[in-house]
């Protein structure tokens, strides 16, 4: 792979959960071809939104070679990007991971979830079941 070359993992739909910190619950894409000279914040937004989310709360990379709980760092502008650009030299990746607004994550898994099973037009549920309770006696065979 050329030296100005690297891919951007990217884990998105998901969330952290803490104890041990980690990404759940999301998928991961892969973005080859992203050139260090060109990379920017923008860039980073650009990929995002052509995964299908409109907004984000905050967009994380992970230093290549450490834990997502010490080598997590925020892009929050272009100059975050540029050290993320840093960091992946000598490596082919480096992981991005987006946080969402949970209201834009809900409309792009609708969009990707299967449809909701159809009900038969025949079944009735009745609500107004009395379903009483019984005294019980219980006999134990201790043997």
Request: aromatic content about 6%; proline content about 3%; some cysteine.
């Given at each position: ?11 998105h ?9 980690r ?7 892969h973005v080859?071809?992203c ?23 905050m967009l994380?990379y992970k230093?290549p ?6 080598g997590?760092r925020?892009?929050?502008?272009d100059r975050d ?6 960091c992946?030299?000598g490596?082919d990746q480096?992981?991005?991971y987006?946080e ?12 990707l979830?299967l449809?909701a099973p ?11 079941v009395d ?13």
């Amino acid at each position: 792979m050329d030296d100005r070359l690297f891919t951007c993992e990217i884990h998105h739909g998901g969330h952290f959960v803490e104890n041990p910190l980690r990404y759940v619950d999301g998928f991961v894409n892969h973005v080859d071809d992203c050139d260090h000279d060109l990379w920017s914040k923008l860039e980073v937004e650009d990929i995002v939104r052509r995964l299908g989310y409109d907004k984000h709360r905050m967009l994380w990379y992970k230093i290549p070679g450490l834990g997502l709980l010490e080598g997590l760092r925020v892009i929050g502008n272009d100059r975050d990007a540029m050290h993320m650009t840093e960091c992946v030299r000598g490596h082919d990746q480096i992981e991005v991971y987006v946080e969402h607004v949970i209201e834009d994550v809900e409309s792009v898994v609708d969009n990707l979830a299967l449809p909701a099973p159809q009900m038969d037009e025949q079944v009735h549920v009745n609500a107004e079941v009395d379903v009483g309770m019984k005294d019980v006696e219980v006999e134990e065979d201790i043997g």
